[in-house]
């Protein structure tokens, strides 16, 4: 992996798939780094280092260079990112267009258990 300090100037720009965001933004998803700068700009597009910087123990010059397509991260910070209050998002900007049948089932029942935390919301206003 190489670090901040040997970092290229220039972002990744390998490209593998599309995919569409919640505001109907088509944008280019990228293996490698350029996927982790996605990420970043998915999670807080006004100011995308500050979504690792907030959510991992990485150094504010690592969640800047990682937000900008430069380098990559270990996989422990991936972690991190998914443990934190940011971790569902992080995971359904990651796994956007995925037709693998363990995610569409996971898909469905989170929103089944959204429905049903509703339904229960509902009926007991009533009461």
């Not at 998803?29 to 100011?47: E, I, M, Q, S, V």
């Not at 969640?63 to 991260?73: F, H, L, S, V």
Request: glycine share 8%.
């Amino acid at each position: 992996m190489r670090t901040v300090e040997s970092a290229s100037l220039a972002p990744s720009t390998t490209s593998s798939a599309m995919f569409r965001s919640d505001e109907g933004i088509t944008a280019e998803f990228r293996n490698g780094p350029g996927l982790w700068a996605d990420l970043a700009h998915a999670l807080l597009p006004d100011k995308p280092g500050a979504a690792f910087r907030d959510h991992t123990t990485g150094s504010e010059r690592q969640c800047y260079a990682w937000a900008g397509g430069y380098n990559e991260p270990l996989a422990s910070i991936l972690v991190e990112l998914l443990r934190s209050p940011e971790g569902g998002r992080a995971l359904d900007v990651l796994m956007r267009d995925c037709t693998a049948p363990w995610w569409l089932d996971h898909q469905r029942n989170v929103r089944l258990a959204a429905a049903g935390q509703r339904f229960l919301a509902e009926i007991t206003k009533r009461d």
